[in-house]
């Protein structure tokens, strides 16, 4: 197999994550741009674009910059996080906006929705929640740091919910969170440090207690909550830093993508192997990507962070 680029279009801003979406039964992308302005200030939107044609449909300005996007299909919607600790929700439909957000404004790295409550992490290691009911926040607490010299800030990068009780965090310390609401209050029932120190920045909730890890130092892994040895039931080297995965046709076709920072994008199988299946290396920074299937086969997109640029190809 391999990526055959067939569109590209230039963006306003420099993008950091995207999402793909059905509506009026056409593919969409929703993606996340944010940049810094002259007063250093963030700004930010989240663009809609066609995938057929990468055409611009909508263009929503947010308060602060956009940072992680993802597609909630239980709810035919998309939300994003921002930098001003905003949460976005946006329907598939109307493309109707409703934003909740925390008083703090803190710096949203990423964000999880569950039925009842919103995480979200930021940039100096904290990990929020909040109620979806009142649309208050109900608990912050100190999950990453750099324990090794000094308790020294530093990001804590993701989030995801396991079920309604509990969540997994990750950050630049290179650990791996698990945290219990049942406790009176937020409890970190266990930790996993990565096989290295370099900084976990995704996570995602699979199935049966599995989650899968990207990190800085070119490491895709899958570990098992429940082992006693703390130690990744796979581990895969990818070409770079692994920022983002979509598995959202894992289940249909066995396939994945990831956007690989630097190392670009690349398309894998979820064998017991995670086989690297096509891989375009020259991207300039991926930090999106989307994987989805349309009239034509099997399509992958990309979003490049330092050429503001959308790509889309065929894997075929």
């Avoid at 929703?30 to 263009?59: H, M, V």
């Avoid at 440090?193 to 699979?206: H, L, R």
């Avoid at 892994?221 to 770079?240: E, H, W």
Wanted: glycine residues 6%; negative net charge.
């Amino acid at each position: 197999m391999k990526l055959e680029k067939r569109q590209t279009t230039t963006l306003n801003l420099k993008p950091c994550s995207m999402t793909s979406f059905s509506h009026l039964n056409e593919i969409f992308y929703g993606i996340a741009c944010y940049e810094q302005n002259s007063q250093n200030e963030y700004i930010g939107e989240i663009i809609i674009t066609k995938s057929s044609d990468l055409s611009e449909i909508k263009k929503i300005p947010t308060n602060g910059g956009v940072f992680r996007i993802y597609s909630l299909l239980k709810e035919n919607s998309i939300f994003a996080v921002t930098t001003s600790g905003d949460f976005i929700f946006i329907n598939n439909e109307t493309f109707n906006v409703k934003v909740i957000s925390n008083p703090d404004k803190p710096y949203f790295t990423d964000g999880s929705v569950s039925t009842n409550y919103l995480a979200a992490t930021d940039d100096k290691g904290n990990l929020h929640l909040i109620d979806r009911q009142t649309q208050l926040p109900i608990m912050k607490v100190r999950a990453h740091r750099l324990r090794k010299v000094g308790d020294l800030e530093c990001p804590a990068w993701s989030c995801t919910w396991i079920n309604e009780c509990s969540l997994v965090s990750v950050g630049d310390d290179g650990r791996c969170c698990l945290w219990d609401l049942r406790e009176s209050n937020l409890k970190e029932s266990l930790f996993i440090q990565g096989s290295t120190d370099d900084g976990m920045v995704f996570v995602s909730s699979k199935q049966d207690n599995i989650i899968s890890v990207g990190d800085y130092a070119q490491n895709y892994c899958l570990y098992d909550l429940r082992s006693t040895t703390k130690m990744p039931i796979i581990t895969k080297a990818f070409p770079g830093g692994v920022w983002h995965i979509d598995s959202s046709i894992e289940s249909s076709h066995n396939l994945s993508a990831a956007a690989c920072m630097q190392g670009g994008v690349i398309v894998f199988n979820n064998n017991s192997e995670m086989d690297i299946v096509a891989h375009d290396p020259n991207s300039s920074l991926t930090y999106g990507v989307a994987i989805h299937e349309d009239l034509n086969g099997l399509v992958v997109a990309e979003v490049e962070f330092d050429a503001k640029k959308l790509n889309r190809y065929s894997l075929v």
